[in-house]
């Protein structure tokens, strides 16, 4: 699978027990994902608890994360442009949390489409915000600060925006994509306040 | 993983393509079922419809599937005895089967709590038939006919009915369970016949 051995500077999961145990485990709390939007009651509209759940089926599965995934393994080894990258990075981590604005938003019945249109585009910005800073700090960063294996992804030979685009234009990527996240919330009130927040952090971070 | 190569009698995914790969096929199919679950009116009840999406993820996770999955990779080289592989199986295999039967139920809006009660015993008896005639076949029949790589449960050194039975105790118990399954089905009408054949199919299979 993956030859990270460290996360948030403790052993990943595969380390510290087996590779299938940590499948299973995976396995296991994306059913409990699925059990949890069925055990609440998350709005008024049962129909719109049932697209909940379609959102997060969508986001998981072959024209989501799996097939980002699916993606990322035939591409080791290869040149790939930025917008394959895009479209690599769309699915495999971008897909779920895309997913997460738009199942927190579908908990409110006060947001217009256009306004579920403008989160949704937030949140595809620091989807690929986030996979732009991970790049960068895999190479940039030091396996203590960071708290997991840096240089994994040179040594595995794998398509990163740092690759493609050199440190200095990566960086500048990711605070674009963060001000178009952040340009995204101009017109919500309330908790996007704590979505900037979360943008910021994404980009700023340093681990 | 797995040491199986064949699977009706053709190579299994992990074996034609890779590890890697199979895994994300099984990952999108998972989602999918979910998908499927939400893109059909299956109960004039939205409420139930969330209800049947709680029956696959509870199936499906860490008290279900997932976690019989976790007792099987436990137990290799354990000397199980004959609860506590049911108790594996239960979960295992048998989990996603009481859970299809469960889900096919919920569909209709004339079954009254007896009759599901009924379907689940039918559904957790024919689950564990399945296991000990997978265990029987696995023992006595040839890979040409099974399609799939016969022996391979004694050579990972896992428990199974057979190793815990003994061969003709173990095909007795798979009869016993069959008539339990049908016996469970006596009261239903109409559909309860091709469950009733598959109950027979499950036991009386040669492959």
Same mark, same amino acid.
């Given at each position: 699978?993956?030859?990270? /051995?460290?996360?948030?500077?403790?052993? &990943?999961?595969?380390?510290?027990?087996?590779?299938?145990?940590?499948?299973? /485990?995976?396995?296991?709390?994306?059913?409990?994902?699925?059990?949890?939007?069925?055990?609440?009651?998350?709005?008024?509209?049962?129909?719109? !608890?049932? *697209?909940?759940?379609?959102?997060?089926?969508?986001?998981?599965?072959?024209?989501?994360?799996?097939?980002?995934?699916?993606?990322?393994?035939?591409?080791?080894?290869?040149?790939?442009?930025?917008?394959?990258? *895009?479209?690599?990075?769309?699915?495999?981590?971008?897909?779920?949390?895309?997913?997460?604005?738009?199942?927190?938003?579908?908990?409110?019945?006060?947001?217009?489409?256009? !306004?579920? &249109?403008?989160?949704?585009?937030?949140?595809?910005?620091?989807?690929?915000?986030?996979? /732009?800073?991970?790049?960068?700090?895999?190479?940039?960063?030091?396996?203590?600060?960071?708290?997991?294996?840096?240089?994994?992804?040179?040594?595995?030979?794998?398509?990163?925006?740092?690759?493609?685009?050199?440190?200095?234009?990566?960086?500048?990527?990711?605070?674009?994509?963060?001000? *178009?996240?952040?340009?995204?919330?101009? *017109?919500?009130?309330?908790?996007?306040?704590?979505?900037?927040?979360?943008?910021?952090?994404?980009?700023?971070?340093?681990?």
């Amino acid at each position: 699978m993956d030859d990270d /051995v460290l996360r948030r500077g403790k052993p &990943a999961c595969h380390v510290e027990f087996d590779v299938a145990t940590a499948l299973l /485990v995976g396995d296991s709390l994306q059913s409990l994902a699925f059990q949890l939007l069925t055990e609440h009651r998350l709005s008024d509209d049962p129909a719109v !608890q049932i *697209e909940m759940v379609k959102i997060l089926a969508v986001a998981c599965g072959s024209r989501g994360m799996a097939g980002g995934q699916a993606i990322d393994l035939a591409s080791v080894g290869q040149a790939l442009s930025v917008p394959e990258l *895009e479209y690599m990075h769309i699915h495999k981590t971008g897909a779920l949390i895309r997913a997460s604005v738009a199942l927190g938003a579908r908990c409110s019945n006060t947001l217009a489409p256009g !306004q579920l &249109a403008r989160l949704d585009h937030y949140a595809k910005c620091v989807g690929l915000a986030y996979q /732009v800073v991970d790049d960068v700090l895999d190479q940039e960063s030091s396996t203590a600060t960071l708290g997991k294996t840096v240089g994994k992804d040179a040594a595995n030979n794998k398509p990163t925006y740092v690759s493609a685009l050199g440190l200095a234009r990566a960086r500048a990527l990711a605070e674009e994509l963060r001000e *178009e996240a952040l340009a995204a919330l101009t *017109e919500l009130r309330g908790g996007a306040k704590r979505l900037a927040e979360l943008a910021d952090f994404i980009v700023l971070r340093k681990f």
